[in-house]
């Protein structure tokens, strides 16, 4: 009939109206300053380094080989290798970057810097409260702006922070794994050679 | 009861002329008697305006699942304090091609007669500004003097979308003002009297059930009352009718090139005829400032017209929070296809009312006649159209 | 006669003088509404209500805005540029003069003026509901056949060359018409 449709909809913007009151589901307003909504797990913003300890550019797992900076679609990051070595999670001494500047502004957030990162070494924040009212130089972050903790990377994504200390597990165990077969296979080597040569030279006979 | 709240503001208005009575020459006394019961006026009907700004973004803001503005003053109702001093402060640009005369004076010739009407709108027992023998008439006939100033306006913007919002508000209003004179004409048939004092009057007393006699507990009078009711929205240009103004489709139609006070002056306007249609479907259909039932009529008149226009308008924000925005070829076939000819036939429902003299036979004989062609009407403009739900080749 | 009527009719003959003489077209138009107000505001000091307010709904309401619509489609645009005072101009301001003093001598001479003043009369709604429908029906009916045939006229005209086709093919109802000559009707759409 005629009209129904609109008493139809009163109903509903009425039903709206005074749901609103009593249910949360019916007005989803977060009061932006002074409440947040939270974010989900997979939410990104800017990339940051990870570092293990509590020695930031110690523990910085980054090792400068300027991957994310050629991958990098709008070429935002800035690398500058350093000239001697630090050790690393497994204790290889490995180069670390002197400079690693990332430009906020021109960032995009394609994350493509994180997929190819071979070390697990750059990650993305969550953090976007960054207005800054520099607008030359204000959204340009170096290394020591970029470096949070690996506790802070469990804290932000906690299921990828668990992939990522897996996999680094996985490396060390394999490495750790390689170092005792290598350290078997010498002690072997050197166990044969020693008994080649006491073969090789008879028992001295004493005149 | 009666006396005592009731007539408070009548028994001041004595009290304070008797006092000038005595400071001023008596030549005097009938312009300050004037002065003191258009002054409220002034006063109240702006001040309902500010609070209603607030109540609508609050109220539109609920329907749409949000807080409306919360942040000035407790829970937000200082907003229009905000507003108004927004409005004050901001620079007044005029066109370099406008008329400046015309574009001046549209605001002025838009407000002044969207005051004038309230003069006649009986707000409490005897508290009515002007108890004129053609109340009714004056209502319309200065009210249809506010779409020149629409036309003004839209006109001296030299702006091809103010023009065009012009034209298209002066035809709106054309249009709707002929259901709503003729839904007006019923209540005036059965009243016998023009004057708005005596309307409220005849809708004293209450039935055998306790219904109170208020006409919009009639068959005629309810449908004179949507019919009313629809057409004062269109009158007042607010959604869904609001094709004049809307913003996504002709940005703000005849005051685009306003700014600061003088759109102030415009959204003051249009808010003030709201309140005066309300007011007036209140005084024809609701009964004025009569109580609805016999037990609550120790609280005053002019408390209960009031709940009652506060009621009005929160069907209106609940309307425009509902609909969606007619398109003007929708509303134009609207308006004269199907508005008119239930006014016609509300029309002589009331006169079958009138004639037909009381007894359950004229209840069957007027609802069935209302009904009927409603539903008649409504089948018939409908007949042509595909409504269904939209069928995609492709895309499923 | 008080000092209300002299600034009530000043300002009508200031308005009606303003309507003659101004350039641009639509402030003219509107100061034709101000002299169809300056009359309501007479008539309402006669104390004739309905008499006023009608004027005012209708004249200034309706003829009004008809007036201005009227200047936009046809004209609309720049005031002209050519003088508002002719040079006819002096003949006819000539006539007008002899025009006003033929009239006046005629309405001071005649016998209406010489009568006493009648008693005021009543003109309350209710009288002129009445008179209209028993004295006056027939003018009335008149004038509604007048109305509507008036508005026929300009739905006529009004009407777009296809739907106006559309309307004599089905008035004509001849077998022999080809389709040539009758066009189907042009379905939906708002361009033309």
């Known amino acids: 009939m005629l009209g129904e449709g609109i008493i139809k909809g009163m109903a509903e913007t009425a039903r709206n109206f005074l749901g609103s009151y009593v249910s949360d589901e019916r007005l989803t307003t977060v009061q932006y300053p002074e409440e947040r909504s939270p974010q989900i797990e997979n939410a990104r913003q800017f990339p940051f380094l990870v570092f293990d300890g509590n020695d930031p550019m110690a523990g910085l797992r980054c090792v400068a080989c300027q991957i994310c900076e050629k991958e990098c679609p709008p070429k935002c990051i800035y690398i500058v290798k350093s000239k001697d070595k630090k050790p690393d999670y497994k204790g290889q001494l490995q180069l670390y970057p002197a400079t690693f500047d990332i430009d906020l502004s021109v960032c995009m957030s394609c994350q493509i810097c994180v997929e190819v990162c071979p070390f697990e070494s750059i990650k993305m924040d969550t953090e ?73 030279q008879p028992a001295p006979q004493s005149p | 009861m009666i006396n005592g709240l009731d007539q408070i503001f009548v028994t001041l208005k004595y009290w304070l002329v008797g006092q000038l009575a005595n400071v001023l020459p008596a030549s005097l006394l009938p312009l300050v008697s004037v002065l003191l019961s258009l002054v409220p006026i002034l006063v109240v009907f702006p001040a309902l305006f ?59 010739v838009l407000v002044v007669p969207a005051f004038l009407v309230y003069s006649v709108l009986p707000v409490g027992r005897n508290m009515v500004a002007m108890d004129i023998d053609a109340g009714l008439l004056f209502f319309f006939a200065v009210g249809a003097a506010s779409e020149l100033a629409v036309f003004m306006a839209g006109w001296s913007s030299r702006n091809k979308y103010s023009l065009l919002g012009a034209m298209r508000a002066v035809a709106q209003m054309v249009s709707y003002e002929i259901p709503l004179i003729l839904s007006t004409v019923t209540v005036v048939m059965i009243v016998g009297s023009l004057s ?201 | 006669m008080g000092i209300t009527f002299t600034i009530i009719a000043g300002l009508t003959i200031a308005a009606a003088v ?48 008809l007036i201005v ?23 006819g301001i000539g006539v007008t003069l002899a025009v006003l003093g033929v009239l006046t001598w005629a309405i001071t001479k005649s016998a209406v003026i010489q009568r006493d003043l009648p008693p005021q009369p009543e003109a309350t709604v209710k009288q002129i509901g009445d008179a209209l429908m028993t004295k006056y029906v027939l003018p009335l009916e008149v004038i509604g056949l007048l109305l509507t045939a008036a508005l026929i006229g300009a739905v006529i005209i009004a009407m777009r060359d296809d739907v106006a086709a559309d309307v004599r093919r089905r008035n004509k109802n001849s077998p022999g018409a080809s389709v040539a000559e009758n066009p189907p009707p042009h379905v939906g759409g708002y361009n033309n």
Not at chain 1, 160 to 187: F, P
Not at chain 2, 247 to 274: D, N, R, T
Not at chain 2, 299 to 321: M, N
């Open chain 2, 50 to 108: 500010a609070i209603t700004t607030v109540l609508e973004r609050k109220g539109l803001g609920r329907i749409q699942n949000r807080y409306g503005p919360n942040r000035v003053g407790p829970f937000g109702f200082l907003q229009f304090a905000a507003d108004g001093i927004k409005a004050i402060i901001k620079e007044d640009v005029v066109p370099r091609a406008a008329d400046k005369v015309i574009h001046f004076l549209a605001p002025v």
């Open chain 1, 128 to 200: 976007y409260e960054l207005s800054t009212a520099d607008r030359f130089g204000g959204l340009l972050v170096n290394k020591h702006r970029l470096a949070k903790s690996n506790d802070h990377y469990r804290k932000i994504h906690p299921k990828d922070a668990a992939d990522s200390d897996a996999a680094l597990a996985m490396e060390v165990a394999k490495t750790q794994a390689k170092a005792r077969a290598a350290a078997e296979a010498e002690a072997k080597a050197a166990a044969e050679a020693k008994a080649k040569t006491t073969a090789a």
């Open chain 2, 196 to 396: 708005t004092v005596d309307i409220v009057a005849k809708q004293s007393g209450y039935h055998a059930i306790g219904l109170p006699n208020w006409f919009v507990f009639t068959p005629w009078g309810f449908a004179g009352f949507i019919l009313f009711l629809i057409s004062a929205n269109a009158e007042a240009n607010r959604s869904p009718f609001d094709m004049p103004e809307g913003e996504s489709e002709i940005i703000a139609g005849y005051f685009i090139e306003y700014s600061g006070f003088k759109f102030a002056l415009f959204f003051l306007a249009e808010y003030l005829g709201l309140f005066a249609v309300s007011g007036l479907a209140i005084t024809l259909f609701l009964g004025g400032w009569h109580a609805p039932l016999a037990a609550l009529e120790f609280i005053p008149s002019w408390v209960w017209f009031f709940a009652k226009l506060l009621g009005l308008i929160g069907l209106f924000i609940w309307t425009r929070g509902t609909l969606p925005r007619l398109r003007v070829d929708q509303l134009m076939n609207f308006a004269w296809k199907f508005m008119l000819p239930m006014a016609l036939i509300n029309l002589l429902a009331a006169a079958c009312w009138h004639l037909i003299g009381a007894g359950a036979t004229r209840w069957i004989v007027c609802t069935l006649l209302v009904v009927g062609f409603y539903v008649l009407l409504g089948r018939g403009l409908m007949a042509g159209k595909k409504l269904a739900k939209r069928v995609y080749r492709y895309a499923n």
């Open chain 3, 18 to 65: 303003a309507a003659m003489t101004l350039r641009n077209l639509i402030h003219c138009a509107l100061a034709v509404a101000v002299t169809f107000a300056g009359l309501a505001a007479a008539y309402l000091q006669l104390d004739a209500q309905f008499v006023g307010f009608a004027q005012i709904l209708v004249y200034i309401g309706a003829v009004s805005i």
């Open chain 3, 69 to 91: 619509f009227a200047v936009l489609l046809t004209r609309g645009g720049e005031p002209s540029q050519e003088k508002v005072f002719s040079a006819a101009s002096v003949t």
